[in-house]
């Protein structure tokens, strides 16, 4: 089974910074991507930033400029570093992994359990 454990998140005053990570743990599970996502009371998941195993990072346009996806391979880890932070960025942040078990051709989705981002104007 695939676990993901997030840590990071907190108040921050508007322009301010935080980074969290999210530490992916299971045997026989090879990665595909890992990302960032975010839901804001009232409305749907959106992405923030994903990045590849290959390196290859997607950002979303109200986050571009601002905050960026680090990632450490070799501790199946995934950052997201903060910066300029704005009230509009309050959220529950979810890391997402997608990857394959060894010897299979399907591809899984797992989620964190979310930390809470909040931006004070």
């Known amino acids: 089974q695939v676990q993901l454990v997030e840590s990071g998140g907190g108040l921050v005053q508007a322009g301010g910074s935080l980074r969290l990570s999210c530490a992916v743990s299971?045997?026989?599970?090879?990665?595909?991507?890992m990302g960032w996502y975010r839901q804001a009371p009232g409305k749907q998941r959106e992405l923030v930033a994903t990045?590849?195993?290959?390196?290859?990072?997607n950002y979303a346009d109200s986050v571009k400029g601002r905050f960026t996806i680090p990632r450490a391979n070799a501790k199946n880890t995934v950052y997201l570093q903060m910066n300029s932070l704005k009230p509009e960025d309050t959220a529950v942040y979810y890391c997402?992994?997608?990857?394959?078990?060894?010897?299979?051709?399907?591809?899984?989705?797992?989620w964190g359990q979310g930390t809470q981002v909040t931006v004070s104007s």
């Open positions: 299971g045997s026989m599970f090879s990665i595909n991507t």
């Open positions: 997402n992994t997608n990857g394959r078990y060894s010897g299979s051709y399907l591809s899984y989705d797992y």
């Open positions: 990045i590849t195993s290959g390196g290859s990072t």
